[in-house]
């Protein structure tokens, strides 16, 4: 049985549009190629539309604007097939991946040869797809020479290579030798396919690795559906096709999560999505919620995914078509309800079409429409928000509510890699912004306003406590960013070494809390003694509080500080960033370049600089709090 | 031929394995007249006819194939062989 993507939607017009989007100019088109990857596919079809896009772009290209990912995957048996379903995995997520495919066998010497193809290649990621055969069929196998030699593999790919190592688990295709106790024969294969994937598990994040875990979805599918010894034996392929697109989604969630490609925030209908049953007819007494009935035990269960995945960081809202008390009223009063008011980040019940209510959301919330996964048990209200806002994810929920989860779960949209504190506090960092939102609008005027907020500015370089949400930061803000520079942990961790480099890390505290880090800047003293702002970016959520002025004071004694008589800042144009195409201008930088693609340099001459007016205090950070995670 | 039906959905899938609407399938047809038909996309190919007319083939049957036309005798072999499945596929 293949993995059919069941999350996704059937395209009834998917031959036409396809036919179509060949038509079209490479920004078009590869929108149209995306749209159709969002649609429910097997590994025939997608790997016709992979030789489409293909042979489309070797006749028109791709697309300027969208990132590209140089992924290498290395491993010990056949590969090749896999390729279309990582492709097309990453197309849903908006990358484009350019792909090496080592040769068979070969990953060791491809490595530490310099002259090797795999360097010349020059990857971002390696992924390292080691089959279980290789690790652990042959009689002398041992877990921890398997181990030691993957690790090996990791520090090569990242100190030479410089590149984020994704490791696959292996997959467990041994029979038992005992059976259920398999592990106290500690020589089967079986055990030690077991005894690789703990140490895997054990070793990744120190190791600054990300692993693909097969071998937990072979566990959900079944094996039979990831492994055939037939196909094994004829061509050496340890996944099967009926795999390669879970396989290919699986790696595109990984990468799309190093991007910052990973979704947001959980918006969710009520009635039948919630809790069984109409609100506005049924009433309180008449919903269907809770134990006592099968399926308000299923409607439970919803919301308690819902609100386990909002105390990891994700941001639950809802939209409903309802009045907006008898909305509320479940929430407030109804007993067996696990999700409470203060959960909810925007809630929004009303009358009014639920695509014009979700843009309202991604705008409350200061994200953007692609940040966002719209859950309805409604195919039409699905189907309108599909068309009308082909950004949103819409994931096909099946007919019966006990399969939400499930399907909420597979379709992966929240995939992350670290979990931070501020990721813990998120739902209160939200919150809190709802209630300075209030204070704005209960005062008059903005400098009293800022004033009663109490802020705290506190500022240090970049240091290696916070080196992974820095990470996080840099590659998932879009609006509020300047040059919208990716970088991976290991460039952050060079240029924190290197002097000709000022890095800033801003955290805003205030009467509701504390806001976590919200600035990040990144300078370089160029030839001319000026330092040249590489990187500005800054949360949206701290907009309009005078944030960037006391920035760029903060940066002005730092430049000054290494010996620069001039700031230069960059303003490269994406499609997210329009917010601060005025940015250097507002601050009373000098247009020195504006070129034809919208990028624009300005300076601001250090000379004569004085600080500008704020409302808030500004202190230098020695201790950053201390992580919760196990590494540093 | 008797067994057209089957040539019709093999060409089918192999246009859509192949991305090329052209291919045109008889029994002579053989890898070497289909420009992409490779030892690779020949596994792809295979499994894609088994998901698609919900057949299994067995390693030793694949082993002795030379053209279209042998494949589509072992597939009206077991098509027959299970006439329920025959019906839907």
């Known amino acids: 049985m293949p993995t059919d993507l069941s999350w996704l939607p059937e395209r009834a017009d998917w031959a036409e549009t396809l036919a179509h989007a060949q038509q079209l100019a490479p920004e078009a088109a590869f929108e149209a190629f995306q749209a159709l990857s969002n649609s429910r596919m097997d590994f025939v079809r997608a790997g016709k539309l992979d030789k489409t896009i293909q042979r489309y772009q070797a006749r028109a290209g791709s697309p300027a604007s969208w990132p590209v990912i140089r992924l290498a995957l290395l491993g010990s048996s056949t590969l090749g097939h896999l390729l279309p379903g990582i492709r097309i995995g990453a197309l849903r997520r908006g990358l484009l991946v350019e792909s090496y495919e080592g040769p068979y066998g070969l990953y060791r010497q491809e490595l530490t040869d310099p002259r090797s193809g795999l360097q010349g290649f020059r990857p971002d990621v390696i992924c390292l797809a080691l089959d279980a055969q290789h690790l652990a069929g042959s009689e002398h196998a041992s877990a921890e020479s398997a181990l030691a030699s993957i690790r090996e593999c990791w520090r090569e790919a990242r100190d030479t290579l410089h590149a984020v190592v994704i490791q696959q688990t292996v997959l467990p295709i041994h029979p038992a030798l005992m059976g259920n106790n398999e592990e106290r024969l500690q020589e089967s294969p079986a055990s030690v396919v077991q005894q690789i994937n703990q140490g895997l598990r054990r070793h990744a994040e120190p190791d600054g690795v990300y692993l693909l875990s097969v071998d937990t979805w072979a566990a959900i599918d079944g094996l039979s559906t990831w492994y055939d010894p037939a196909l094994w034996n004829r061509s050496k392929q340890e996944i099967h096709p009926h795999a390669s697109n879970t396989y290919g989604d699986q790696l595109g969630r990984l990468l799309g999560a190093l991007r910052g490609r990973s979704s947001k925030c959980l918006v969710l209908d009520l009635d039948n999505t919630l809790w069984g049953g109409v609100i506005g007819d049924d009433g309180l007494e008449g919903i269907i919620l809770g134990q006592g009935s099968a399926v308000g035990e299923a409607h439970i269960a919803l919301q308690r995914y819902a609100r386990q995945l909002s105390q990891r960081g994700v941001i639950l809202a809802v939209c409903s078509k309802n009045d907006e008390a008898n909305a509320l009223s479940p929430f407030e009063q109804h007993a067996e309800m696990i999700l409470k008011?203060?959960?909810?980040?925007?809630?929004?019940?009303?009358?009014?079409?639920?695509?014009?209510?979700?843009?309202?959301?991604?705008?409350?919330?200061?994200?953007?429409?692609?940040?966002?996964?719209?859950?309805?048990?409604?195919?039409?209200?699905?189907?309108?928000?599909?068309?009308?806002?082909?950004?949103?994810?819409?994931?096909?929920?099946?007919?019966?509510?006990?399969?939400?989860?499930?399907?909420?779960?597979?379709?992966?949209?929240?995939?992350?890699?670290?979990?931070?504190?501020?990721?813990?506090?998120?739902?209160?960092?939200?919150?809190?912004?709802?209630?300075?939102?209030?204070?704005?609008?209960?005062?008059?005027?903005?400098?009293?306003?800022?004033?009663?907020?109490?802020?705290?500015?506190?500022?240090s370089s970049f240091d290696m406590v916070g080196l992974k949400r820095i990470v996080q930061l840099i590659n998932k803000t879009n609006q509020f960013n300047l040059t919208t520079r990716r970088y991976t942990e290991p460039e952050v961790a060079a240029m924190m070494d290197d002097e000709d480099v000022v890095t800033l890390q801003l955290r805003l505290t205030d009467i509701y809390g504390d806001n976590g880090v919200i600035a990040l800047l990144i300078g370089r003293r160029n030839r001319d003694r000026a330092l040249e702002i590489d990187t500005w970016l800054m949360s949206c959520r701290v907009l309009g509080r005078n944030v960037e002025e006391a920035t760029l004071n903060i940066l002005a004694a730092q430049a000054e500080a290494l010996g620069c008589n001039a700031l230069v800042g960059v303003f490269k144009p994406t499609k997210k960033n329009q917010m601060v195409q005025q940015h250097y201008e507002r601050l009373g930088f000098d247009l020195i370049e504006a070129s034809e693609d919208g990028s624009s340099r300005w300076v601001l001459p250090l000379r004569g600089f004085t600080p500008l007016a704020i409302r808030m205090q500004v202190t230098e950070g020695v201790q950053w709090r201390t992580p919760t995670s196990i590494d540093s | 031929m008797e067994n057209a039906h089957i040539y019709r959905q093999l060409e089918e899938i192999f246009r859509e394995v192949f991305d090329d609407d052209t291919i045109a399938l008889t029994p002579q047809t053989t890898a070497a007249d289909i420009e992409d038909w490779d030892s690779m996309a020949h596994i792809g190919l295979i499994v894609a006819i088994e998901q698609r007319m919900k057949i299994k083939f067995k390693t030793s049957e694949l082993e002795s194939l030379h053209n279209v036309g042998q494949l589509a005798g072992i597939i009206e072999y077991k098509l027959e062989a299970q006439p329920s499945r025959a019906a839907t596929a």
């Open chain 1, 341 to 459: 008011r203060k959960d909810i980040a925007c809630f929004v019940a009303n009358w009014q079409d639920k695509a014009s209510n979700l843009r309202e959301i991604a705008q409350r919330l200061n994200i953007g429409l692609d940040s966002l996964v719209f859950v309805d048990d409604n195919p039409m209200e699905r189907g309108l928000v599909r068309r009308e806002l082909p950004m949103v994810s819409v994931p096909e929920l099946p007919e019966d509510p006990s399969g939400y989860v499930d399907c909420l779960a597979r379709a992966g949209y929240f995939e992350a890699l670290h979990i931070t504190d501020e990721d813990r506090e998120r739902a209160e960092l939200y919150r809190a912004n709802a209630e300075r939102e209030s204070l704005r609008s209960s005062t008059t005027d903005m400098g009293s306003f800022l004033d009663a907020l109490k802020m705290e500015l506190t500022w």
